[in-house]
């Protein structure tokens, strides 16, 4: 399974975007699937995830309330909803999955990784 990054974009403060990740070779059955991101200069850091074993989403508390994570039948993408947008989102976006395991939002328990989108939010 490969997993494709998309939807990253220029917008302004205050602006949505919706990120995509979709699975090719494959599907999302049984897949924790997270977004993490790294701003210029930084660490790549958790956004948000979803939770195969039950429909329960995840979120870093710097986008709470503003991004929301969705994921339909399996064969469908996972989505990034990103409303209100500021200029400390800007970031390289990553999908990333895990089959079969344990929820978690640690970087290492993820063994799938898309390329990455970016998002630039201008003030």
């Known amino acids: 399974v490969q997993l494709q990054a998309s939807g990253g974009g220029l917008v302004q403060a205050g602006g949505s975007l919706r990120l995509s990740c979709a699975a090719s070779?494959?599907?999302?059955?049984?897949?924790?699937v997270v977004w993490f991101r790294q701003p210029p200069g930084k660490e790549r850091e958790f956004v948000a995830g979803i939770n195969w074993r039950a429909p329960i989403t995840y979120y870093a508390d710097a986008v709470k309330g503003r991004f929301a994570i969705s994921k339909g039948s399996a064969k469908n993408p996972v989505y990034l909803q990103m409303t209100n947008l500021k200029p400390e989102d800007s970031a390289v976006y990553y999908c990333?999955?895990?089959?079969?395991?344990?929820?978690?939002?640690?970087?290492?328990?993820?063994?799938?990784w898309g390329q990455g989108t970016l998002v630039t939010v201008s003030s």
């Open positions: 070779g494959g599907t999302f059955s049984r897949a924790n």
């Open positions: 990333a999955a895990s089959y079969g395991r344990d929820w978690s939002r640690r970087e290492e328990s993820y063994n799938l």
